[in-house]
């Protein structure tokens, strides 16, 4: 059973003091979006490791997702479902004023495959909207 894996990588004019927030701001994603319909947050404030969080995508169930991870430069959260365990990383590295964003989506388990490529194209989308989306916000956000 070998993972399938979705990566996008973006470059945004900006530091990552000030890309990380709009990143981690899981709750503001739709704002900035289209490949996000609605998120609910199971605390408030900054994420933490062990929180749930629910995604509304368009044209899929809702998800719930669990932070395993957090720090100053990103997260990575996990979901799962019937034969798929999802994986979501989301990690910026900053190099000369320039930050890098790395967003990765990881399918594992014995539908991963399957679920790779019936949704491959949906996913590929997905990813790219949100990398896009959040570099167009940091951008906005710094010109205003």
């Known amino acids: 059973m070998w993972p399938v894996e ?9 530091t990552a003091a000030d890309v990380v ?6 709750e503001d994603w739709p704002s900035w979006t289209a490949s996000v319909s609605w998120v609910r947050r199971s605390a408030t404030g900054p994420l933490s490791v062990g929180e749930t969080i629910t995604v509304k995508q368009p044209r899929l169930p809702a998800g719930t997702w669990t932070v395993t ?9 996990t979901s799962s479902s019937l034969g798929v365990r999802s994986t979501g990383d ?4 900053e190099d000369g004023g320039q930050t890098t ?3 990765t989506l990881t399918l594992a388990g014995p539908l991963a495959r399957l679920t790779g490529l019936l949704y491959a194209g949906l996913i590929r989308r997905y990813v790219r909207l949100e990398a896009n989306g959040l570099r167009d916000e940091v951008t906005r956000r710094r010109a205003a």
Do not use: K, S, Y
């Open 69 to 77: 991870a957090v720090d100053g430069l990103g997260f990575t959260w």
């Open 90 to 93: 989301h990690w910026a590295r």
């Open 21 to 26: 927030p709009i990143m981690n701001a899981v």
């Open 101 to 103: 964003v790395e967003l």
């Open 6 to 14: 979705f990566r996008e990588t973006v470059t945004i004019d900006a």
